[in-house]
């Protein structure tokens, strides 16, 4: 009979220890998909926060519209699309988005401190999803041969975690092109690859994919793209030639050690 209570101790302190583990497990879940849902709907307000081409056209003309001409007038007007995220925080450098996909986020530009944003919100507030950022030895201006975006892979479907569609072929043909509009100007990209890869430690020999971000020359240029071609999932038929702007955007992927998703694109 002793053993028999003694059994049954065991078995409810078991049974108390493994409620507690679910109600854990349920409460971080439940805390994770809560704060992806509140990361996305803030996300939203910034995106109603963009004036519209005719709202910053009137901010850059004489206000019935107008445009001067000439480059100035257009840099000039995709600043004045952001002037609100930009009052709220200089950081921001650019909207990235992929049509008929969720993507549709800010980028933010740090080169001073390139991962601040790794687990920061538009407030500069913890937030674990972060924003896509631009990798700090990149440059929009003067553009760097390569503009680096690195995002989140979320196991709630968000950030840059849609990235990972583009291992289906037939993904990438309905959504061919990216669109970064930056402070500095608007540009559409077509996506010339789709890599898996892996940051490679420091002392580790190796391509690097996030290597080349200005071309000394067409050699340097050329040698980066066939290492790119060599790594690619299939062939989109495109290619990049020197003088090109690429536009880099990488994710974590968790096929290997330190997986990485690459896509590749230029500028059109």
């Given at each position: ?24 497990s349920g409460g971080y879940l439940l805390k994770y998909y809560w704060d992806s849902w509140q990361a996305e709907k ?117 950030m840059f975690s849609h990235l990972l569609d583009y291992q289906d072929e037939s993904f990438y043909k309905d959504h ?22 892996r940051a490679l430690y420091e002392d580790e020999e190796g391509f690097r994919y996030y290597g080349m971000i200005d ?54």
């Open positions: 009979m002793k053993k028999k209570k003694k059994r049954n101790w065991v078995l409810n302190i078991i049974l108390v220890i493994a409620i507690v583990c679910f109600l854990g803030n996300i939203s307000a910034l995106e109603d926060m963009i004036l519209t081409d005719e709202e910053a056209a009137a901010q850059t003309g004489t206000g019935d519209g107008s445009l001067e001409s000439g480059e100035s007038s257009d840099r000039q007007a995709a600043s004045n699309r952001y002037a609100r995220l930009l009052e709220q925080n200089p950081d921001f450098i650019g909207w990235i988005q992929i049509e008929g996909t969720p993507i549709s986020y800010p980028v933010m530009y740090t080169p001073d401190d390139p991962e601040y944003y790794l687990h920061r919100n538009f407030d500069k507030e913890y937030e674990y999803s972060g924003l896509p950022f631009v990798d700090g030895s990149c440059s929009l201006d003067p553009r760097s041969t390569n503009v680096i975006v690195y995002g989140h892979n979320m196991k709630s479907d968000t061919p092109y990216i669109t970064f509009n930056t402070i500095y100007g608007d540009a559409q990209y077509e996506i010339v690859s789709v890599i898996l890869a071309a000394a020359s067409q050699e340097e240029f050329d040698e980066y793209m066939a290492n790119i071609h060599a790594m690619e999932l299939y062939d989109t038929g495109v290619d990049a030639s020197y003088g090109d702007q690429l536009l880099t955007l990488s994710t974590c992927e968790y096929s290997q050690e330190n997986g990485r998703l690459a896509i590749i694109a230029k500028k059109r």
